[in-house]
C-alpha cells in the first residue's frame, strides 16, 4: 500500500446523530462519554441554529473540548476518507476533517481538535 | 456616457434556469449535468450551501443561486449542473437545462458587491436575458463566503 492510500484511509469512527443529520468523530480523539452538562455545545445548532439537545443526549469528550450529539455508534472499519471540496473549507472554523461514505450514506467527519481551536480564538491566535 | 458595445461570445456557454432566472456558464466548465440525490447537511455551512453528495468518489457541494442572489425559491431541484474549475466543483441545481448556446449582449459586472460581482451580462439567449457566471471567481468567492 502507497503512503497515499494510507492517508487517504480513515480506521475507527463514532458516528453520530443529530436531530435528522449526522457527523463522524475519529475514535481516538474521544477521551470519554458523559451525560452533557449545561453549556456544552450541542452539534445540532451547527446544522440549525437554535436546535436543543434531547434529554438522552450524550456528550463527546476531548481533553478540554466537548460536543453534544443525540446518539453515538462505533464503527470499527477502515473506510476512504473524502476530501473536503474547497468552498467549504471554512465551514465550522475549519473543522471539518473529511466525509465518509458508509451504510449507502455520506457523513462529515469532524476534527474535535481543530473544533476545539475553532471555538477559542485566543487558542488559534 | 461611454455606451459598451454588445458582444457576441465566442465560446459556448451551458444555459440552465434556476427560478425564474437564467443563467449561463462557460461550456468548458460545465462538466456533466446530474440527477441530485438526496443531500448530506453539512454543520457549520453557509446557508446558500444545501448539502453535498457523493459522486464518482468526490464529495460535491450544491450551492443554491436564488439564496446567493437573494430570491429564495422552496424548489426542490431534481438536476444540477456540475461545474468544475481548477479552483474546485460545485453542482448548482437547474430548474431546466436548456443547452449550449452562443450568447450576445454585455458581458459587464451585474454588480459590485456579494454574489453579482461575479455575475455578468445582462446577455441575450433565444430564452431571454441571461446572467453569466464568472465560474473562476464565483468558487473563489464561495470559498471565502461566511
Known amino acids: 500500500m502507497t503512503s497515499a492510500e494510507v492517508i487517504d484511509q480513515i480506521e475507527g469512527l463514532v458516528l453520530c446523530r443529530v436531530g435528522e443529520d449526522r457527523l463522524a468523530v475519529r475514535a481516538r480523539e474521544i477521551s470519554s462519554f458523559d451525560v452533557p452538562q449545561p453549556g456544552a455545545p ?83 491566535s | 456616457m461611454l455606451q459598451i458595445p454588445p458582444v457576441a461570445d465566442v465560446h459556448g456557454h451551458l ?28 454543520p457549520g455551512a453557509p446557508q446558500h450551501l444545501l448539502g453535498v453528495f457523493a459522486h464518482r468518489g468526490e464529495v460535491l457541494p450544491v450551492v443554491d443561486l436564488t439564496r ?3 430570491h429564495p425559491l422552496d424548489e426542490a431541484f431534481k438536476r444540477a449542473v456540475l461545474v468544475r474549475t481548477p479552483r474546485g466543483a460545485v453542482a448548482l441545481p437547474a430548474s431546466r437545462v436548456l443547452g449550449v448556446t452562443t450568447l450576445e449582449g454585455s458581458f459587464e459586472r451585474l454588480g459590485d458587491t456579494g454574489v453579482h460581482q461575479h455575475l455578468r451580462g445582462p446577455a441575450r439567449a433565444a430564452a431571454g436575458e441571461v446572467a453569466i457566471i464568472d465560474t473562476q471567481t464565483f468558487i473563489e468567492f464561495l470559498s471565502t463566503a461566511g
Open chain 1, 42 to 124: 450541542y452539534a445540532g445548532e451547527g446544522f440549525s441554529p437554535g436546535a436543543r439537545a434531547p434529554a438522552d443526549a450524550k456528550l463527546l469528550r476531548h481533553h478540554d473540548t466537548s460536543l453534544v450529539v443525540d446518539t453515538v455508534e462505533v464503527h470499527a472499519e477502515r473506510l476512504r476518507l473524502l476530501a473536503v471540496p474547497a468552498v467549504l473549507a471554512r465551514a465550522w472554523g475549519g473543522a471539518l476533517a473529511g466525509f465518509v461514505e458508509t451504510g449507502g450514506l455520506l457523513w462529515p467527519v469532524l476534527s474535535l481538535e481543530r473544533f476545539h481551536l475553532a471555538r477559542s480564538p485566543e487558542v488559534s
Open chain 2, 15 to 42: 444555459v440552465f434556469a434556476c427560478g425564474s432566472s437564467l443563467y449561463a456558464v462557460p461550456a468548458d466548465t460545465a462538466s456533466e449535468v446530474v440527477n441530485l440525490p438526496s443531500l448530506t447537511r453539512v
Open chain 2, 68 to 70: 446567493l442572489t437573494g
